[in-house]
C-alpha cells in the first residue's frame, strides 16, 4: 500500500463482533480469563490493550517499522530508549535537541551514571571525534528543536555501524510523512504523538518504532514494567487524528514554505531557520532525504528580547503556547518561555537568542496568518 492509504488503513479492521469501521475503546483495566494457562493475550492493560495494539500496528505502518510500542508521552518515550544503557554509557547527542530532553539528560539521567557530549551533528568529523570507548547511543533529533538543524541520517549510520552504537532518531518535526529514519538505517525512531500525529492538541503522548525484535523485546518489558503507557482513550484519539494526517502534513508544510519566505524578506527579521529555504545550511541534505519540510520554522528578531515580548503581545490569531503540531498556528519565545531557566550565557552558545521565535504553522488559512504576523512584527 501507498503511505497515504497505510496511514488511512494499515492495522485497522472492522471489529469482528459487529463491524464497527473505527476500532472500540476497550477502556478496561483487567481482562478475565477463560482458565488458568490460557488467556486471548491481554490480561491487563499496563501490559497491553487492544486500542494501544491497534495504534501500535497503526504507527508501525506509517513509519515502515516492524514494532512500535506507545508510551504516555513523547519523554516517557526517550526516557524507555534511555533505560536500554546501563551506568557508565555514554551518548553521543545533537546539540539542539527539545529542552526537555536536555534537561532529562543533564539533570537525571547522569545522576544514574549516563553520561552525555552534545555536538552538532550536522558535522560528521565532529560527531567522530566525540565517541570514546564507553559510548553506547548515538541520539539524533532532526530537524531539531527550536533551531531547525538537519542531520544527514545516512551519514550517522554509517558513524553508528562503524563504532557499533544504538542509532536512535527523534523525528517527531518532520513526521513519517516527510521522513522515515528506518530507511537511512536508524535503529530506533521516537515521535511525541502529541504534536503533528494526534494533531488537535488534544493528548499526550508517545511511540517507539523499530525493527530489531531485540529492542522490541527489551521495549516492552520496559513499558510493562515502568508502566508510562496511554489511556485507550488517548490511543483511540490519536487513531482519529492519524487518519488526516498526510492531508494535514501538506497544508502545515505548504503554508510553513510561503510564511518562511514572508519573514526571509521582513525588514524587522535578521534570520529565518526553516529546511525549505535554499538559504538553510543544510538545505540540499534535507531536499535529499525529506519528501517535505513541514510547518515548523524559527526566525530572530533584530530587536532582541523587546522586539520578542512585542511581538508575542501582539500576535491575535497565532496562538502563545508552548506546544507545536497541531491544526492551530501556535508562537513561541524561546528566551522567556520554554527555555527561560537555561542561563543566558548557555542559551546564547547553543544559537537561542533573545530574538529567536519558534513557530509552529497551523491550517488555517495562509493569509490569515500572514496578515497577524504582518501585523504583530509592525509592533515588533
Same mark, same amino acid.
Given at each position: 500500500?501507498?503511505?497515504?492509504?497505510?496511514?488511512?488503513?494499515?492495522?485497522? &479492521?472492522?471489529?469482528?463482533?459487529?463491524?464497527?469501521?473505527?476500532?472500540?475503546?476497550?477502556?478496561?483495566?483487567?481482562?478475565?480469563?477463560?482458565?488458568?494457562? !490460557? #488467556?486471548? $493475550?491481554?490480561?491487563?492493560?499496563?501490559?497491553?490493550?487492544?486500542?494501544?495494539?491497534?495504534?501500535?500496528?497503526?504507527?508501525?505502518?506509517?513509519?515502515?517499522?516492524?514494532?512500535?510500542?506507545?508510551?504516555?508521552?513523547?519523554?516517557? +518515550?526517550?526516557?524507555?530508549?534511555?533505560?536500554?544503557?546501563?551506568?557508565?554509557?555514554?551518548?553521543?547527542?545533537?546539540? #539542539?535537541?527539545?529542552?526537555?530532553?536536555? !534537561?532529562?539528560?543533564? %539533570?537525571?539521567?547522569?545522576?544514574?551514571?549516563?553520561?552525555?557530549?552534545?555536538? #552538532?551533528?550536522?558535522?560528521?568529523?565532529?560527531? !567522530?571525534?566525540?565517541?570514546?570507548?564507553?559510548?553506547?547511543?548515538?541520539?539524533?533529533?532532526? /530537524?531539531?528543536?527550536?533551531?531547525?538543524?538537519?542531520?544527514?541520517?545516512?551519514?550517522?549510520?554509517?558513524?553508528?555501524?562503524?563504532?557499533?552504537?544504538?542509532?536512535?532518531?527523534?523525528?517527531?518535526?518532520?513526521?513519517? @510523512?516527510?521522513?522515515?529514519?528506518?530507511?537511512?538505517?536508524?535503529?530506533?525512531?521516537?515521535?511525541?504523538?502529541?504534536?503533528?500525529?494526534?494533531?488537535?492538541?488534544?493528548?499526550?503522548?508517545?511511540?517507539?518504532?523499530?525493527?530489531?525484535?531485540?529492542?522490541?523485546? *527489551?521495549?516492552?518489558?520496559?513499558?510493562?514494567?515502568?508502566?508510562?503507557? /496511554?489511556?485507550?482513550?488517548?490511543?483511540?484519539?490519536?487513531?482519529?487524528?492519524?487518519?488526516?494526517?498526510?492531508?494535514?502534513?501538506?497544508?502545515?508544510?505548504? +503554508?510553513?514554505? %510561503?510564511?518562511?519566505?514572508?519573514?526571509?524578506?521582513? #525588514?524587522? @527579521?535578521?534570520? @529565518?531557520?526553516?529546511?525549505?529555504?535554499? &538559504?538553510?545550511?543544510?538545505?540540499?541534505?534535507?531536499?535529499?532525504? =525529506?519528501?517535505?519540510?513541514?510547518? =515548523?520554522?524559527?526566525? *530572530?528578531?533584530?530587536?532582541?528580547?523587546?522586539?520578542?515580548?512585542?511581538? =508575542?503581545?501582539?500576535?491575535?490569531?497565532?496562538?502563545?503556547?508552548?506546544?507545536?503540531?497541531?491544526?492551530?498556528? =501556535?508562537?513561541?519565545?524561546?528566551?522567556?518561555?520554554?527555555?527561560?531557566?537555561?542561563?543566558?550565557?548557555?542559551?546564547?552558545?547553543? $544559537?537561542?537568542?533573545?530574538?529567536?521565535?519558534?513557530?509552529?504553522?497551523?491550517? *488555517?488559512?495562509? *493569509?490569515?496568518?500572514?496578515?497577524?504576523?504582518? !501585523?504583530?512584527?509592525?509592533?515588533?
Amino acid at each position: 500500500m501507498k503511505l497515504d492509504t497505510r496511514i488511512v488503513r494499515a492495522g485497522i &479492521s472492522p471489529d469482528p463482533t459487529t463491524g464497527a469501521i473505527l476500532p472500540p475503546i476497550y477502556e478496561t483495566a483487567t481482562f478475565v480469563l477463560e482458565e488458568v494457562g !490460557r #488467556d486471548k $493475550g491481554f490480561d491487563y492493560t499496563r501490559s497491553s490493550n487492544p486500542t494501544r495494539q491497534v495504534l501500535e500496528e497503526n504507527l508501525a505502518a506509517i513509519e515502515g517499522a516492524d514494532y512500535g510500542i506507545c508510551f504516555s508521552s513523547g519523554m516517557a +518515550s526517550v526516557d524507555s530508549v534511555m533505560k536500554l544503557l546501563s551506568a557508565g554509557d555514554h551518548t553521543v547527542s545533537s546539540n #539542539d535537541v527539545y529542552g526537555g530532553v536536555s !534537561r532529562h539528560f543533564n %539533570r537525571v539521567l547522569t545522576r544514574y551514571g549516563l553520561d552525555f557530549t552534545y555536538v #552538532d551533528t550536522a558535522d560528521p568529523d565532529a560527531v !567522530r571525534a566525540a565517541i570514546r570507548p564507553e559510548t553506547k547511543m548515538l541520539w539524533i533529533e532532526t /530537524p531539531t528543536n527550536p533551531l531547525l538543524q538537519v542531520t544527514d541520517l545516512a551519514a550517522m549510520a554509517e558513524i553508528a555501524k562503524e563504532h557499533d552504537l544504538l542509532f536512535g532518531v527523534d523525528s517527531t518535526f518532520a513526521t513519517p @510523512v516527510f521522513l522515515r529514519p528506518l530507511e537511512f538505517g536508524a535503529d530506533i525512531v521516537v515521535h511525541s504523538t502529541t504534536k503533528y500525529l494526534s494533531g488537535h492538541n488534544q493528548i499526550i503522548g508517545g511511540a517507539v518504532l523499530t525493527d530489531r525484535e531485540d529492542i522490541y523485546n *527489551e521495549m516492552k518489558f520496559i513499558q510493562k514494567t515502568i508502566g508510562a503507557v /496511554p489511556s485507550p482513550m488517548d490511543c483511540w484519539l490519536v487513531l482519529l487524528g492519524l487518519k488526516t494526517l498526510h492531508l494535514r502534513m501538506a497544508r502545515h508544510n505548504e +503554508s510553513g514554505n %510561503r510564511i518562511a519566505r514572508f519573514l526571509e524578506d521582513h #525588514d524587522k @527579521v535578521a534570520r @529565518v531557520r526553516y529546511p525549505g529555504l535554499p &538559504s538553510h545550511p543544510q538545505h540540499n541534505i534535507a531536499g535529499a532525504q =525529506m519528501d517535505g519540510f513541514s510547518g =515548523m520554522l524559527s526566525f *530572530e528578531l533584530k530587536g532582541g528580547i523587546t522586539a520578542g515580548k512585542a511581538l =508575542m503581545n501582539s500576535v491575535e490569531l497565532c496562538a502563545l503556547a508552548e506546544s507545536l503540531g497541531a491544526v492551530e498556528t =501556535m508562537i513561541t519565545h524561546p528566551a522567556t518561555m520554554t527555555h527561560a531557566e537555561v542561563p543566558a550565557e548557555e542559551r546564547h552558545a547553543r $544559537g537561542l537568542t533573545d530574538g529567536l521565535v519558534r513557530l509552529s504553522v497551523g491550517i *488555517e488559512d495562509c *493569509e490569515d496568518i500572514l496578515a497577524d504576523l504582518d !501585523r504583530a512584527l509592525a509592533a515588533a
